[in-house]
C-alpha cells in the first residue's frame, strides 16, 4: 500500500476503534444504569436506559458499514483483517450486552414491593463486576491485550458463582415468603441476565485473543450455572 493508503486505513482502524470504545461504555452505563433504577424503584431513570439502547444499535450499524468498506477498499491482511473482523463480531455482541440491560430495565416497573424484598441488595455487587468484565474486555481490545482478555475469561467464574449464590437466595426467598414468588421471579430474570452480560463478555475476550494472536484461546472451565427459564 502507499503511504496515503496506509494512513487512511489507519485512521479509519482509529475510527473503528472509537466506535466499539463508544459502545461499550454506553452499555457499561446501562448495566449500571439499570440496576440503580431497579434498586430505588425509578421508573424515569429504567425509561431512559430503554431508550438509550437506541443509540447502541446505532453505533453497531455504523461498525458494520465501517468494517465491510475497510475490507472493501482495504483489502487488509494477515492482524489487520483479524482485528476488522474481530470489531465486527464484538459489536455485534456488544449490542446484545445492551439489550440485556435494556431487559432489566423493562422489569423495573414489573417489581412494585421491591423494598421488602432483602436478596434485591446483592445484584448490584454482581452487576458492578459484570460491567467491568465488559470494560476490561473492550479495553483489551484497544490495547490488543491478550493476556488481559485472558484474565477476563478467567472473572467470568466469578460471576457465575455470583449467579448461583443469589439463586440459591433467591429460590429460599421464595419458599419462605410465597406472596413474593411474582417479584422474585423477576429479580432471578435479572440475575440471569447479568450473568448472560458475563458470558457475552467472555465471548468478546476470545475474540480479543485470536485477533491478538491468531491463535485461538485454551478451553477454561466455567462455572455452571442452575437451569432456570424465565
Known sequence: MTEHTVKAFDEDIGELRGLIAEMGGLAEQAIARAI???????LDAARRVIEGDKRIDGIEEEVERLAIRLIALRAPMADDLREVVAALKIATVVERIGDYAKNIAKRVPAIEDHGRIEPLSLLPAMARMAGEMVHDVLDAFAARDAEKAIRVSDSDRQVDDFYNAIFRVLVTYMMENPKSIGQVAHLLFVAKNL?????????VAEMVHYAATGERMAERERGGSPAVTL
Open 36 to 42: 440503580d433504577a431497579l434498586a430505588k424503584h425509578d
Open 195 to 203: 450473568e448472560r452480560i458475563g458470558d457475552h463478555a467472555t465471548n
